[in-house]
């Protein structure tokens, strides 16, 4: 839904401790500290979402050091929606707060008619940041990504158009997101000879999900360019949801949904396992996930999406407890095979 101005008019103070508890790491080699746990706004945020429960997973989320909220053009549903909604709340609640914030926008993916609405070219990309900046009511994002590869358009062309984008003052950093390591290294090496660093990679990683192990983390590392995962739980799988099989309402119950039932089922005994050993640890499933991911330092953050305040603090409490045991590695590495 749309919010409105009759919406919870209370004025949003933040709580002066919020940066006490929370984990920073340096991006790469950059002068950025990310959060070690990042919000992500891809559900709960377009207009057929509750906006007054985003408003409070977002003024939560602040509260606890989340410093970094990330988006893309296309995220809703409709597309556009979450970051028209996101910019309400940004002017009402987080301006005075502005420079505190890292705000990440991206494009690639399909987001209008036309050949010019999708893909790496130059014309998309522009003009895709121009919208965002519009809808957030931005002067600027913080990281501006190219969200895919793109097959056809040239690699040149795709990080031009990302230090045009940087010179033009639209955004004070470029990101690459879904990468395989080879194309990344070239599109880095790009970038670098344009005079606009990357700062970050944005990948697909979880337990269920290691590909960027095989040597995506490696160049990464080598180039001095951070790593943020997104669906670090896989959808759901990696918390206590799917323990005893696929509850009726949830994600993997539905159809037309990312997560598929055959995935949970095939998965199930991993499940099951890891949330054993995650018990042993004193944490639950989706906090032993995280706090996985999280113990290789080429990992800069995690992205997580909520749905609840109380979702939002389980996760954060991953921090508390990152530390591994080689016998707790084993035994995950033999569960995940």
Request: proline share 4%; hydrophobic share 35%.
């Amino acid at each position: 839904m749309r919010i409105t101005d009759k919406t919870n008019p209370t004025e949003f103070r933040a709580i002066e401790e919020r940066y006490d508890d929370m984990t920073y790491r340096r991006c790469g080699q950059s002068g950025i500290l990310l959060p070690a746990i990042s919000l992500g706004l891809w559900h709960n945020y377009g207009y057929l979402d509750n906006l007054e429960k985003g408003r409070n997973i977002l003024r939560y989320a602040f509260d606890s050091g989340i410093t970094h909220f990330d988006l893309a053009n296309n995220y809703g549903p409709p597309y556009g929606s979450a970051e028209e909604n996101f910019g309400i709340l940004l002017k009402r609640d987080f301006a005075k707060y502005r420079d505190e914030l890292i705000i990440s926008s991206k494009a690639g993916f399909d987001m209008w008619s036309g050949p010019y609405g999708n893909y790496g070219s130059r014309k998309y990309l522009v003009s895709s940041c121009d919208q965002s900046l519009k809808r957030m009511g931005l002067d600027y994002v913080d990281i501006f990504y190219h969200h895919r590869p793109d097959p056809d358009t040239p690699l040149e062309e795709t990080m031009a158009a990302l230090d045009h984008i940087v010179r033009q003052g639209k955004a004070l950093y470029a990101g690459i997101s879904n990468y395989p390591a080879e194309m990344a290294e070239r599109a880095v090496n790009i970038l670098k000879d344009l005079g606009t660093p990357c700062l970050i990679h944005q990948a697909k990683y979880s337990m269920f999900e290691r590909w960027v192990e095989e040597d995506l983390l490696d160049v990464l590392e080598k180039k001095g360019i951070g790593c943020i995962a997104f669906s670090p739980l896989a959808q759901g799988m990696l918390t206590n949801k799917y323990i005893d099989g696929i509850p009726e309402n949830s994600r993997a119950a539905k159809s037309m949904t990312y997560l598929e039932k055959e995935n949970v089922e095939a998965n199930l005994s991993k499940i099951k396992q890891l949330n054993e050993i995650a018990l042993n640890r004193g944490q639950k499933l989706s906090q032993m996930a995280l706090s996985w991911l999280l113990k290789d330092d080429r990992i800069t953050s995690v992205l997580i999406g909520a749905s609840s305040t109380n979702q939002l603090k389980e996760n954060i409490e991953a921090l508390d407890n990152l530390v591994f045991e080689e016998d707790e590695i084993r035994k995950i590495d033999e569960v995940l095979g």
